[in-house]
């Protein structure tokens, strides 16, 4: 049985490999089917300009623990938190073979988790959060790019997930 707990229950799930131990493997990156999980803040700038750093800072926190805790509900990776976005792997470092639907359970609980953040927020504050979230599934090359203490794992998709090209917010209609 399935359910947005968690990975389906009854069965365990099929693991795969898990990444590459020696330095010259990580540098040469390995092929492998991934799931991508994108997810940003709505309006973190507006946001940063009505309330002070330091509560920024806060917000932005509780935001980055709470999608972190969600993802591994899910047996995600964040691979990088980039200020109000995230990035997250599903499939690395260890793969099983329901990863995209991992990812979409995952997706599916950030928008749960932002409704129990907002309500946990000061009841006088006017911050309410939401999220934007891409996912992309597809095979990619995962390994070390960058140099000594700026190197990290990162995941290239042969082209360019077409969430990225669609994740522009849409104007929003204005009345006179």
């Not at 994108?38 to 509780?62: H, K, M, N, W």
């Not at 597809?138 to 794992?153: D, L």
């Amino acid at each position: 049985m399935r359910d947005a707990r968690g990975p389906a229950r009854g069965r365990a799930p099929r693991e795969a490999a898990t990444p590459p131990k020696d330095a010259d493997a990580a540098a040469r990156g390995e092929r492998r089917q991934l799931t991508v999980l994108f997810c940003d803040l709505v309006g973190s700038t507006p946001l940063s300009q009505q309330i002070d750093a330091e509560g920024c800072r806060d917000v932005v926190t509780r935001y980055q623990k709470a999608c972190g805790e969600q993802v591994a509900r899910f047996g995600g990776h964040v691979a990088q938190y980039l200020g109000d976005g995230l990035l997250v792997y599903f499939g690395w470092p260890t793969a099983h073979e329901d990863d995209p639907e991992r990812g979409v359970r995952a997706g599916l609980a950030l928008l749960g988790a932002m409704d129990a953040l907002n309500a946990a927020l000061p009841a006088g504050d006017a911050t309410r959060l939401s999220v934007r979230i891409g996912l992309h599934t597809g095979p990619m090359v995962i390994g070390e790019m960058g140099r000594g203490a700026k190197s990290e794992v990162l995941a290239l998709a042969p082209r360019p997930p077409t969430w990225r090209r669609e994740s522009r917010p849409r104007p929003t209609p204005t009345r006179c």
